[in-house]
Each structure stands twice: as C-alpha cells, then as structure tokens.
C-alpha cells in the first residue's frame, strides 16, 4: 500500500502560482501511476492532470491545459503540480491519487482508476 501526503496549497490571488508537492511512500513510487484531481465546494470531485510512471506521458483538463503542469521525481517519491495564471475558479481542495500498473505506459483520467487517495490540500485562489 502507498500513501501519499500533499502539500503547498495556501491563499494565493488571481494571475499567481502555486505549487502543489505529493509525497509517496510505502512502496516503489516508480510503480504507480499517478494524478491529481480537485473538488470544490458543492461539486464533484475532477480530473486535473495526470502522468505515466516515468513522468513521460501526461493529460490535463481542458480547464488548465496551458497553465499547470504535472510532473514527478522518482528519486524523491515525489509528485508536483505547477500551477500557473492562477483564477478563482481553480478554488478547491487539491488531491494526489495512485494506481499501481507495471510494464506499460498509462495515463489514468478517471476517479474510479484510481485506488490510493491523499487527505487533499487547500487552494484558494482570490480575485
């Protein structure tokens, strides 16, 4: 089993950046697939971006394609989310998830792919 800490979300007004870090641990990091995915208040929770096991295949959201970007650290089992031209309604709570999967490149999209959830991290983008 992996589990997985996030940091780096905070207050931040529109047009700033952020940076979001997912800390694995548990297993082999290189093991997983990973994403992030985000939910605000009210709504369900969404696919933001995600990346393949070496970090070199990824997919975004059609909402931050062009100011996040994903990426990954095996050597520091660490996941990251930069995120840029920050707008209000990018507002929510922040989650890193993992799947195991070995031996082939995959991009998972999908709440459901996904077996292993952090505890989330604010993000508060103000006007």
């Known amino acids: 089993q992996v589990q997985l800490v996030e940091s780096g979300g905070g207050l931040v007004q529109a047009g700033g950046s952020l940076r979001l870090s997912c800390a694995a641990s548990?297993?082999?990091?290189?093991?997983?697939?990973m994403g992030w995915f985000r939910q605000a208040p009210g709504k369900e929770r969404e696919f933001v971006a995600a990346?393949?096991?070496?970090?070199?295949?990824?997919r975004y959201a059609d909402s931050v394609k062009g100011r996040f970007t994903i990426s990954r650290d095996n050597a520091k089992d660490t996941l990251y989310l930069q995120m840029n031209s920050l707008k209000p309604e990018d507002t929510a709570v922040y989650y890193c998830?993992?799947?195991?999967?070995?031996?082939?490149?995959?991009?998972?999209?999908?709440?459901?792919?996904?077996?292993?959830w952090g505890q989330g991290t604010q993000v508060t983008v103000s006007s």
């Open positions: 990346t393949d096991w070496s970090g070199g295949s990824t």
């Open positions: 998830a993992a799947r195991y999967w070995v031996h082939t490149s995959v991009v998972l999209r999908t709440y459901s792919d996904y077996d292993y």
């Open positions: 548990g297993r082999t990091f290189s093991n997983y697939a």
